[in-house]
């Protein structure tokens, strides 16, 4: 409408100069529109900067990776003025409980973020947003994200999160212990022989004879369903069946995986009893430690600690292993404006922030960042770049939350002597089947 009646205006303008003998406009006229033109594109930009869009963002990150995502939001507070990002963090313990109930609610926050595993429900009940289209509004290229992590989000077709990254274990070593036990070579990496579970077994008590009073292996026991699932993974197994309509956990190649780290307790290789290996690990009271890259900043950064880092060893077959991704969600009941500003921040988290979350050790996911010589710089990152393509992340199943509290569960039976291996991984068979006809 504007354009029409400034185009009827100078019609009739150039009518009456004709009229009266004029042949052009005068130049002072000319300035005179076009610094109105000017000093309305800059009251718009100054009405925008005084009111900006605030938003809340909910994540259960503490420790040094709170410190990076404090970094992050301050980074992207002080790049503009269009967007405020105010930071709600949770106790990890509650987090997932709060957001399911904000999520029902439709009351809490703006942009959140979740792990890949946890978002197939949120997906089912239409809580959460598909992202294509605000990506697209806001100049975000989702193809920057790596194939690995985009497939992961996407349900038909649709991706309906933005991945930062991907976390899984790398193997780390202390330098010290295994030049001690004899097990380290000139350029700083272990001497693990054949990959094997008997031969890796050797590995561990050479370690147990040469340097008494450590573990040889620190094993995750409180958790032992992500050292479980590295191992199993490489072996070829699966949780689920292709359609995942049935369990397919009890099996051989669960057993083994179960009898071998059984062996490592039995022997002594490992602590069954250490609550918190990844602190033995870190004090040097452990030879070796299937870690999160998470742990990186803390173990590599360190000159002192003299640690090393590695992709797991393929014990069992393959590179396969356990892998899990941080998202960020935005909620169905989130307002238009609010969305616009919440993809805005999703898009600097990514592209800007991952330079930062890098530096925590989690793989981004923005290919950008990680094919560039900043990240490249940081300590072993070719190494967790490799470790990267062989991740299995977890079934695509809204009932996978209920499913790995059920294995967690039934591991911690059988490692603690109240189940056989075979009896344990019975009754979890059954269990999983129960929940997925239920």
């Known amino acids: 409408m504007k ?9 009739s303008i150039a009518l009456a100069m004709v009229a009266t003998g004029c042949s052009s406009t ?31 963002f909910w994540n259960m990150f503490g420790g040094g990776e709170g410190d990076f995502v404090d970094q992050i939001v301050k980074g992207y507070n002080d790049s503009q003025k269009e967007v405020i990002v105010k930071q709600l963090r949770l106790e990890s313990n509650e987090y997932y409980a709060k957001l399911s109930t904000a999520l029902s609610s439709s009351k809490g926050p703006d942009v959140a973020v979740a792990h890949v595993d946890r978002i197939s429900p949120f997906v089912k009940a239409k809580q959460i947003l598909p992202l294509d289209g605000l990506a697209s509004k806001v100049g975000f290229d989702l193809k920057q994200v790596s194939d690995s992590n985009i497939k992961s989000v996407s349900y038909d077709g649709k991706p ?14 202390n330098k010290d212990l295994l030049k001690k036990a004899e097990l380290l070579n000139d350029d700083g990496t272990p001497k693990l022989g054949d990959l094997t579970p008997d031969a890796f077994k050797k590995t561990l008590a050479q ?27 490489e072996a070829g197994g699966d949780i689920l069946n292709g359609d995942m309509t049935k369990s ?60 090393g880092a590695m992709p797991l060893p393929a014990i069992f077959g393959s590179q396969t292993h356990w892998g899990s991704s941080h998202l960020l969600v935005v909620p169905s009941y989130v307002t238009t404006e609010k969305q616009e500003a919440s993809a805005k921040f999703m898009k600097y988290f990514s592209e800007v ?86």
């Open 3 to 11: 354009k029409k009646l400034t185009s009827l205006l100078t019609a």
């Open 26 to 56: 005068k130049e002072s006229d000319t300035k005179t529109t076009t610094t109105t033109a000017a000093e309305t594109t800059k009251a718009v930009e100054t009405t925008k900067a005084a009111n900006p869009v605030e938003i809340t």
């Open 160 to 173: 309906y999160a933005v991945p930062l990254d991907t976390h899984f274990h790398m193997f780390y070593y």
């Open 207 to 233: 370690i147990q004879a040469k340097v008494p009073g450590v573990q040889a292996l620190a094993v995750n026991t409180p958790y032992f369903q992500e050292p479980f699932l590295n191992l199993y993974y």
């Open 248 to 307: 397919a956990i009890n099996n051989e190649k669960a057993l083994n995986v179960l009898k071998f780290y059984m062996d490592l307790y039995k022997n002594k290789y490992s602590d069954l009893n250490d609550k918190t290996p990844w602190d033995s690990f870190h004090s040097g009271k452990a030879a070796l430690w299937f870690g999160g890259v998470w742990e990186a900043g803390l173990l590599l950064n360190d000159k002192a600690l003299n640690i």
């Open 353 to 438: 922030g991952g330079k930062t979350w890098g530096q925590a050790g989690h793989v981004p996911a923005n290919s950008a960042v990680t094919t560039s010589d900043e990240y490249k710089k940081l300590p072993y990152r070719n190494l967790f770049i490799e470790a990267q393509k062989t991740v299995k992340f977890a079934p695509k199943t809204d009932k996978y939350t209920t499913i790995i509290t059920t294995v967690s569960e039934s591991l911690q039976n059988i490692l603690f002597g109240k189940q056989s291996p075979e009896d344990g991984l019975k009754s979890m068979d059954k269990q999983i089947n129960d929940i997925l006809t239920n």
